[in-house]
């Protein structure tokens, strides 16, 4: 499931911490019967329905609410499962995607526009033309991904919602110390990963 940063919380004095998020049969939950707060999630994986599950919390109470604008960094397995989820939560939004390999990136465009809540679909070449004016951003990037560490806080809204379902892959320590709010499903796996340097450099200590 994913972990949570948030650049801006304005109805809250939260400073940048990590808090476990533990919500039972996933795959069955209405994400919005359930409240978090405004922020960034990154994931451990899982399975994709179980994981879009977790995201779609995270979007319904944390982003922006006039959030319209939405950026997917990659566009394999889990960017087709919370497709559905941000249609369902944010209908009319309108999509950004990009992916290291283009053909990929039309393949998903062309696939998301047989979905109505869509406003539009765009396809970019860059994370930074993606992330530009988005109000949410999900990176679902490889380990070796494309565009790793090219996000930067100047890149981002000011109250963005950002969704790390690969981990900290595109998500640099930088926007994370800048974030208002940052929350793991599982701070012992965190804190073993961070002790470790394992993809998690510059992340807060918990």
């Known amino acids: 499931c994913p972990d949570v940063i948030s650049r801006n919380d304005a109805g809250s004095a939260v400073a940048s911490r990590c808090m476990e998020l533990v919500i039972p049969t ?13 922020g960034i999630l990154n994931s451990s994986g ?3 329905a179980t994981t879009s599950a977790v995201s779609g919390v995270v979007v319904a109470r944390l ?3 006039k959030a319209s604008r939405v950026a997917i960094i990659g566009t394999g397995v889990q960017a087709r499962a919370h497709l559905p989820m941000l249609t369902t939560l944010l209908p009319g939004l309108e999509l950004v995607v990009c ?4 053909e ?29 004016g988005a109000d949410v951003v999900i990176t679902a990037g490889t380990t070796y991904a494309f565009y790793q560490h090219q996000m930067r ?23 994370v110390r800048e974030s208002t709010l940052f929350l793991v499903d599982d701070i012992p796996q965190y804190l073993s990963h961070k002790s470790l340097g394992v993809e998690v450099l510059g992340y807060p200590e918990g």
């Open 26 to 38: 996933a795959q069955k939950i209405d994400p919005r019967d359930y409240l978090v707060g405004r």
């Open 46 to 48: 899982g399975p994709p």
């Open 63 to 65: 982003a922006s609410p």
């Open 99 to 102: 992916d290291a390999l283009p």
């Open 104 to 132: 990929q990136a039309q393949a998903y465009a062309s696939w998301a526009a047989a979905f109505s809540a869509l406003s539009s679909v765009t396809v970019v070449e860059t994370l930074s033309q993606a992330i530009k």
């Open 153 to 175: 806080v100047d890149l981002l809204c000011e109250d963005a919602l950002v969704i790390a379902v690969d981990w900290s892959t595109l998500v640099p320590g930088e926007v």
